[in-house]
């Protein structure tokens, strides 16, 4: 397994892009419970951050891709509005040990192509 971030390290409500060994993830905590997805849009494979460690809309309630808007689920990362609604942000499986975010290796390739 491999450590990627603390979860003391994301604030609650907000969001932080992780890069490992030129792979872009991010991770987001609402309440309390952590959510990690690597970081492409699905309508263009484009990064979603608007400023660095800014991938949520202004409330706070839903990701955001920076490049045409689409807002997806911080749960689950469905796409709910946007030119790519009803796809999904591609969700990197965890655990979470002592407070850490651990992933397999095997996990850690790149993201499957877009659909
Ligand atoms: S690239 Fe994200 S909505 Fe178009």
Same mark, same amino acid.
């Given at each position: 397994?491999?450590?990627?971030?603390?979860?003391?390290?994301?604030?609650?409500?907000?969001?932080?892009?992780?890069?490992?060994?030129?792979?872009?993830?991010?991770?987001?905590?609402?309440?309390?419970?952590?959510?990690?997805?690597?970081?492409? &849009?699905?309508?263009? $494979?484009?990064?979603? %951050?608007? /400023?660095?460690? !800014?991938? +949520?809309?202004?409330?706070?309630?839903?990701?955001? &891709?920076?490049?045409? $808007?689409?807002?997806? %689920?911080? /749960?689950?990362? !469905?796409? +709910?509005?946007?030119?790519?609604?009803?796809?999904?942000?591609?969700?990197?499986?965890?655990?979470?040990?002592?407070?850490?975010?651990?992933?397999?290796?095997?996990?850690?390739?790149?993201?499957?192509?877009?659909?």
């Amino acid at each position: 397994m491999i450590s990627i971030i603390s979860s003391d390290e994301i604030e609650e409500g907000t969001s932080k892009g992780i890069e490992l060994n030129n792979l872009y993830m991010f991770a987001v905590k609402k309440d309390a419970e952590v959510f990690l997805y690597w970081n492409r &849009c699905p309508h263009l $494979g484009t990064p979603l %951050e608007w /400023e660095e460690d !800014r991938f +949520l809309d202004p409330d706070g309630a839903l990701i955001i &891709c920076s490049t045409h $808007g689409a807002l997806f %689920e911080i /749960e689950g990362g !469905r796409c +709910l509005a946007g030119p790519c609604k009803g796809k999904h942000l591609q969700a990197i499986p965890f655990i979470l040990d002592n407070g850490m975010v651990l992933v397999e290796e095997s996990a850690l390739r790149a993201p499957t192509p877009l659909q």
